[in-house]
């Protein structure tokens, strides 16, 4: 017969042992999330031509995921409070799922751009409720727990190229979708059996109209910039003015509001308060040259030096491993060194990459001089992305959900304007690949002029 102690030994045990099926459970989901984020990058030149479209409309295989993760994440937070976690982490999976399910059977890009939005919307909301479970779950350990599971999501840029590649080249674009429906099956069942439930929780009021003026903006501009790409159109076609004018209109409303009511979705003192409109244009430039133009560079190797699928894929990698590494260190070093020189630094190194993306290849072949590019690239912004992320929450600590949700929101914005407006430049010309190139060397011009902002970013011991 067990002793009173042999009794809470086990129980101690059963509960350790029910905190990491949860955590594997969450890394698992928040892993596949991360992975499609970075995959599809890679099938962009086996889509355009395979589903026969322009190449500003494949963009939009991109844009409109990043159009998704805008609309769910100021939303998923919230609702997960409302509904219970439980409930909208496995709603998220199963429409994750399912989508991914429509989205490699879909038979053109006006079927799979609206499908990849929904994908998207599933894949937003694991964060925030995931974020929830294991807080729940860990309790005093939760520090640990969620730092932990914030570090998984890089592994989605580390694997995808490498996965998607295989794909590629050994079976079909369709499987990086169709992959991630058996994982999503075994991943609902696991949840329906082990995610404790959750209480309600009363919260502010979520503000709809606003997710429904940010969508409604960043959709238009996309369809305007996208149209633009277009032979036989120009700025004055009037489904272009038309566009741009509801895209305006939008965005304006949406400052309008942020002003006027109690609870907005962008706070007006977050976006243009003291400092933080320098690190909101910080988070948009990252998101814009870094995340959404990089995106493009396995379809820049393969329109300009026509590289295979599977080497345009592993392009990613490096840049991947070298920002993973780079941030570790960079976070270490944080106190010590403060924000505004890994800013700088890493501001000069993805200038530096984008230069070298631009040139022709020096004393070695277009493959290595690309994934050359995107090493530096990858590394600089590794240096920096602790110190950008840390001077924003150092402005207002008191706010950090908003704040890492403002910046989740530029970051994304950026990536749709990354990858929307090169691809309707591209689509205009007869020589894309000469394009890109001179694309990529406009770029590192915007990343050396953003040096001049530097110094307007608040240091860690709130000095300025």
Not at 69 to 91: C, E, H, N, W
Request: hydrophobic fraction near 50%; charged fraction near 10%; include cysteine.
């Amino acid at each position: 017969m067990k002793s009173q102690g042999d009794v809470q030994s086990d129980g101690q045990m059963a509960a350790i042992s029910s905190r990491w099926v949860l955590f594997g459970i969450v890394s698992v989901a928040l892993t596949m999330a991360s992975i499609d984020q970075t995959i599809v990058s890679v099938a962009l030149p086996t889509i355009h031509v395979q589903l026969h479209a322009p190449i500003n409309w494949t963009s939009w295989v991109i844009g409109a995921y990043a159009l998704g993760l805008v609309i769910a994440m100021p939303l998923a937070g919230r609702t997960s409070d409302l509904y219970g976690r439980k409930q909208v982490f496995i709603g998220s999976i199963i429409l994750f799922t399912v989508t991914s399910l429509a989205c490699g059977s879909a038979t053109n890009i006006y079927e799979l751009v609206p499908l990849r939005t929904l994908q998207a919307i599933g894949g937003g909301a694991f964060l925030p409720s995931a974020v929830g479970i294991i807080s729940d779950a860990f309790g005093d350990q939760r520090d640990r727990a969620i730092g932990m599971t914030s570090s998984i999501l890089p592994i989605g840029g580390l694997i995808a190229p490498g996965i998607g590649g295989l794909f590629i080249h050994y079976w079909t674009w369709r499987g990086i979708f169709w992959v991630n429906v058996p994982i999503g099956v075994i991943l609902v069942l696991f949840a329906v059996r082990h995610v404790p439930k959750s209480a309600r929780k009363e919260t502010a009021s979520t503000d709809f109209v606003g997710v429904i003026l940010l969508a409604l903006s960043i959709l238009s501009l996309m369809a305007a910039i996208t149209i633009l790409g277009n032979g036989g159109t120009y700025p004055w076609t009037w489904s272009v003015l038309g566009t741009s004018a509801i895209s305006l209109f939008g965005f304006v409303a949406l400052f309008k509001r942020s002003k006027s009511v109690a609870t907005p979705l962008i706070p007006h003192g977050l976006i243009a308060g003291r400092g933080f409109f320098v690190m909101n244009m910080m988070n948009l430039a990252i998101g814009t040259f870094l995340l959404g133009l990089g995106s493009l560079i396995p379809l820049y190797a393969r329109t300009r030096y026509h590289l295979s699928s599977l080497d345009a894929a592993t392009l990613l990698t490096g840049r991947a491993v070298g920002l993973v590494l780079l941030a570790v260190v960079a976070s270490y070093l944080l106190r010590r060194i403060g924000y505004r020189l890994p800013i700088a630094i890493g501001l000069v190194g993805v200038c530096v990459g984008s230069f070298l993306l631009a040139l022709r290849p020096e004393g070695m072949s277009p493959y290595w001089w690309l994934a050359l590019g995107g090493a530096v690239s990858g590394c600089a912004f590794g240096l920096a992305a602790p110190a950008i992320n840390n001077a924003s929450l150092s402005l207002a600590p008191e706010h950090v959900g908003a704040i890492t949700g403002l910046r989740g929101l530029f970051r994304q914005s950026g990536t749709i304007l990354g990858v929307t407006i090169p691809s309707a430049i591209v689509a205009r010309s007869s020589q894309p690949g000469s394009v890109f190139a001179w694309i990529f060397l406009v770029a590192a011009c915007v990343l050396g002029a953003l040096l001049f902002l530097v110094r307007r970013i608040p240091e860690h011991d709130g000095s300025w």
